[in-house]
Structures are given as structure tokens and as C-alpha cells.
């Protein structure tokens, strides 16, 4: 998964039978740049009665799929009471990175490791003023940062389909990019999917 723009958007699909019967589907995701051009996207596979039943706790896995259908890319979450983990694996099953809720304690703080375990950012959100904006920070010094978009009322009041902005800032290394990007899924999923 290459990733040469330092501004993307993730843009999550909205569901008619979702808004429709209330019945949580599969998430569904595009990833793109700031002119607006698809790059990758991404699929939540989950069982239908976890997703019912077990809500926002439930285990599930996100694909990360570039144009052509292949698999770029892995995201797993087990099931969780309390600290969610998702794990960043490539299609060969080699893991990348983790993000894990930083404390039980922690309101919507999240860490990102690579795979040696090794803390690369911490995801904080700007409170009280900015809830739904997310300062990167490596070694207290913010790098990045990540912005929950309005989508308009239909898609807010209707649904949980979510836009973010990420802005990567200075960041060049490909493997801190990705591990940015799946924070942005980590940040919706543990934060924003409907409780």
C-alpha cells in the first residue's frame, strides 16, 4: 500500500438498509485524495448477529483493497469489554502495527505501535473545544492530524457514516503513513459507530 499524498479523506458509504430497518451493516469505506480521486477502499467482515447484538464490542476485520480488488492491507479488532486493539497486518498475514486505547480510563486516547511494539503517536482529541478533532503527537510534538467532517444532517441524524480528513503534515515514511490511516479507522470504530 503506497501512499504518496500527505492529505487524504475516508469517506464512509451509507447504508439504505441501515437507514431503513436499523440493522447495523458491514462498514464500508473510500479512501481518497484532496482532489477528490478514489485511491483505495475498504470492507468490514463480521458476522450478522455480532454486529446486531454485540454492537460496537464486536470482533470484526477491515480490508483495505486497492482499485484492482487486491488486498492492500488488514485491520483486526477482537472482541473487547473494555480497551479495544486492532491489529495492522499485511495480506501475508505480517503484522505492521497496533492501535490500542491508550487507558480504561482514557476518554478516546489512542496509541499506535509498529509492529516491534514500539509507540510511534498518540491520537488525542482537543477538549473540550474540538471533540471530533484528533491531535498526532510523537514525542510530545504534534505531527498530524486527524478531523471528523461533518456529513450533513440526513447522513448524522440517519446513520453512522462518517467523513474524516487526515492531514499527514511532514511525515514521508510509508509505514508511518499507513499506520495513520488505520488509526483513522480505529478513531470511528472505537469512538463514532453508533452505541
Given at each position: 500500500?503506497?501512499?504518496?499524498?500527505?492529505?487524504?479523506?475516508?469517506?464512509?458509504?451509507?447504508?439504505?438498509l441501515e437507514i431503513f430497518t436499523g440493522f447495523e451493516t458491514r462498514n464500508k469505506y473510500r479512501i481518497l485524495d484532496q482532489t477528490g480521486k478514489d485511491l483505495f477502499f475498504a470492507y468490514e467482515e463480521s458476522k450478522f448477529f455480532s454486529r446486531q447484538f454485540l454492537k460496537t464490542i464486536r470482533p470484526l476485520k477491515l480490508i483495505i483493497i486497492n482499485k484492482n480488488k487486491q488486498p492492500e492491507l488488514i485491520i483486526e479488532r477482537g472482541f473487547f469489554i473494555i480497551r479495544p486493539h486492532y491489529i495492522i497486518k499485511l495480506p501475508n498475514g505480517q503484522v505492521i502495527g497496533h492501535v490500542k486505547k491508550k487507558r480504561w480510563w482514557s476518554i478516546y486516547t489512542l496509541d499506535v505501535y509498529d509492529g516491534q511494539e514500539n509507540l510511534k503517536f498518540t491520537c488525542s482529541p482537543q477538549l473540550p473545544k474540538h471533540p471530533w478533532t484528533y491531535d498526532v503527537t510523537t514525542n510530545n510534538s504534534k505531527v498530524a492530524l486527524i478531523q471528523k467532517r461533518w456529513s450533513g444532517i440526513g447522513k448524522e441524524f440517519y446513520t453512522d457514516a462518517d467523513n474524516f480528513s487526515i492531514d499527514l503534515g511532514s511525515i514521508k515514511d510509508n509505514n508511518l503513513k499507513i499506520l495513520l490511516i488505520s488509526a483513522v479507522f480505529a478513531i470511528d470504530l472505537t469512538r463514532f459507530e453508533r452505541k
Open positions: 500500500m503506497q501512499i504518496s499524498q500527505q492529505k487524504l479523506t475516508i469517506k464512509q458509504q451509507v447504508e439504505e
